[in-house]
């Protein structure tokens, strides 16, 4: 167990594929507020757009009346980024989810997103909200690399 | 992200600027090939050296410029490529899919 949080900041967005912009100017404020380097900025910025778009795309289906909320929160030198959404069959099952580096797949335009947060990040994990949904639950050690 | 454009050697080169994350972004570079394959400009090269990152929205929308493309009997190139979408490119194997150069000037010669 690590240490206690000290820092913890949260939005909520409609989903509406436009708010994204938002969603990465809201985490590259906290996280430069925090010190994190700017490579390690770049690739949380990369992962939480990523997740954000899913959430917004796939969890809640562009539907503005279901919420996206991103929550970031600071434990010493781990940030953990969670992205919830409101979809009614959660959680997501990553299992599900095509090898995007299948050469049958290599030109499809979609699908390699969740590869993506998993190569970048620490951790990874995909857990049930508490009133349904997904949560994507992501840490990152955020010292100088 | 901006999008502006230019031709040099009967190559068009698209700069886009800024971040590619999703939203609109996605649309504007599409409506952009089709109307350059429409005028039969079809020899397309796109300058990154001004995209701080994308995400996989933003390859996306590469590999559909690239087939587009290549389905006009055309084709697409990227130049300047940062460390970044490098980075991005090879762990998606997409390295394997585009030409890619340091230069806007070896992307046109590669045509």
């Known amino acids: 167990m690590g240490p206690p949080p000290t820092e913890t900041a949260r939005l909520v967005i409609p989903s509406d ?5 938002e969603a990465d100017e809201f985490l590259e404020l906290a996280l430069r507020k925090h010190g994190v380097p700017d490579s390690i900025v770049t690739d949380l910025a ?6 954000v778009n899913n959430a917004i795309m796939h969890g809640n289906r562009q539907n503005i009346d279901k919420m996206v909320t991103l929550t970031v929160q600071f434990s010493g030198d781990i940030v953990e980024i969670r992205v919830a959404d409101q979809s009614d069959d959660g959680p997501f099952d990553p299992s599900t989810l095509p090898d ?19 190569s970048l990040m620490d951790e990874v994990t995909f857990e049930k909200g508490p009133t349904g949904g997904t ?7 955020v010292k100088s690399e | 992200m901006k999008l502006t ?3 040099q050697d009967g190559v068009v080169i698209l700069e886009p600027k800024g971040k ?21 400009k079809l020899r397309v090269v796109i300058d990154l050296a001004k995209v701080d990152w994308m995400n996989s929205t933003g390859l996306g929308i590469l590999i559909a410029g690239l087939t587009t493309l290549r389905d006009n009997k055309g084709d697409l190139k990227l130049a300047c490529v940062t460390d970044k979408i490098q980075s991005l490119l090879t762990i ?5 899919v585009f030409d890619a150069y340091d230069t806007v000037e070896e992307a046109i010669a590669g045509f």
Do not use: C, Y
Not at chain 1, 17 to 21: A, G, K, L, Q
Not at chain 1, 46 to 51: A, C, D, G, H, S
Not at chain 1, 135 to 141: A, C, D, E, Y
């Open chain 2, 92 to 96: 998606t194997k997409l390295i394997t």
């Open chain 1, 46 to 51: 990369i992962v939480t757009t990523e997740l």
């Open chain 1, 100 to 118: 995007p580096l299948a050469e049958e797949n290599l030109l499809k335009e979609v699908g390699r997103g969740v590869f993506i947060v998993r």
């Open chain 1, 135 to 141: 949560v994507v639950v992501v840490r990152k050690s």
């Open chain 1, 17 to 21: 594929p436009h708010r994204v912009t």
């Open chain 2, 20 to 40: 590619i994350m999703g939203g609109p972004d996605a649309t504007v570079l599409h409506e952009q090939i089709h109307e350059l394959i429409s005028q039969s």
């Open chain 2, 5 to 7: 454009h230019r031709e």
